[in-house]
């Protein structure tokens, strides 16, 4: 898995944020990177952007990851467009941050769609390619899938589960040969994270440059499961 150039991505919820990040990064290093978005002008906008990069190719799809079937239709897209898959990014994901008073049902539902639900389809929508790449699956978890807080009851859930379905995978798929990584961030500076401007912050390209140095790892060598924090967080 060292050849980056050589590889086709595709990468849930690239059209901003730390989806967008890991694409540019793996576009810079050469890749056919496809992202997706709920919506065609968004994807389409990163697009733009990522084509002032020179690199790899780039590819926008309109596709939710709430739904199986607009999952699989992305992966043929690019397998119709690039041949073949080896890396699936699942990072499209959202929070509704509520007591459990506050919180409502639909909240409560579109995060798990989305957080947990959602990478289950992508993984199944993308596993045929992968096994015939003997490929690589990213999940993007939280350290808030190892830490609980008051009013992260959904996204706490969502992200438990994550963490807890993604290691469970690892061990089922690397009987093919495919690599299996959860990457559970702290605060990255995105629009989903309040103060996204703040410096102190990941910042969505050290995300892009570990999601490389995991690919550039030998075939024998499988981080399963990484925790990335802030190095100085402001003081409480
Ligand atoms: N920022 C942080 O501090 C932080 C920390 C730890 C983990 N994370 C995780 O990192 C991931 C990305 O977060 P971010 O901070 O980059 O957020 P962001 O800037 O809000 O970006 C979220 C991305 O997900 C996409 N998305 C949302 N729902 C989708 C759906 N149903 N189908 C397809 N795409 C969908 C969005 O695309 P459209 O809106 O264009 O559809 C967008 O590209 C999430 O899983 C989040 O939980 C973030």
Redesign the pocket.
């Known amino acids: 898995m060292q050849e980056i150039n050589e590889k086709v991505v595709l990468i849930?919820?690239?059209?901003?944020?730390?989806?967008?990040g890991i694409a540019e990064a793996l576009k810079r290093e050469g890749a056919k990177v496809a992202i997706?978005?709920?919506?065609q002008s968004?994807a389409d906008k990163a697009i733009g952007s990522l084509n002032k990069i020179s690199g790899g190719a780039a590819l926008g799809i309109e596709?939710?990851?709430?739904d199986l079937e607009s999952q699989k239709n992305a992966v043929k897209k690019v397998l119709d467009k690039w041949g073949k898959l080896d890396v699936l990014v699942a990072?499209?994901?959202?929070?509704h941050f509520a007591s459990i008073e506050e919180l409502t049902k639909d909240q409560w539902n579109e995060t798990i769609d989305?957080?947990l639900t959602?990478v289950f389809y992508s993984i199944k929508a993308s596993l045929k390619a992968l096994k015939k790449t003997e490929g690589y699956f990213i999940t993007?978890?939280?350290?808030?899938g190892t830490n609980f807080f008051a009013g992260g009851s959904a996204y706490n859930a969502s992200?438990f589960g994550l963490t807890g379905f993604t290691q469970a995978v690892m061990l089922d798929l690397r009987q093919y040969g495919i690599k299996t990584t959860t990457i559970m961030?702290?605060?990255?500076a995105?629009?989903?994270?309040s103060g996204s401007d703040a410096e102190w912050k990941i910042q969505i390209e050290d995300i892009g440059q570990m999601t490389v140095d995991l690919l550039k790892l030998p075939p024998r060598t499988l981080p399963s499961k990484i925790e990335v924090r802030p190095t100085m967080p402001p003081k409480r």
């Open positions: 849930t919820g690239g059209s901003k944020g730390i989806g967008y997706t978005s709920r919506s968004s596709a939710d990851v709430r990072n499209a994901g959202l929070g989305t957080n959602g993007i978890s939280s350290l808030a992200k961030p702290g605060s990255v995105t629009e989903f994270s």
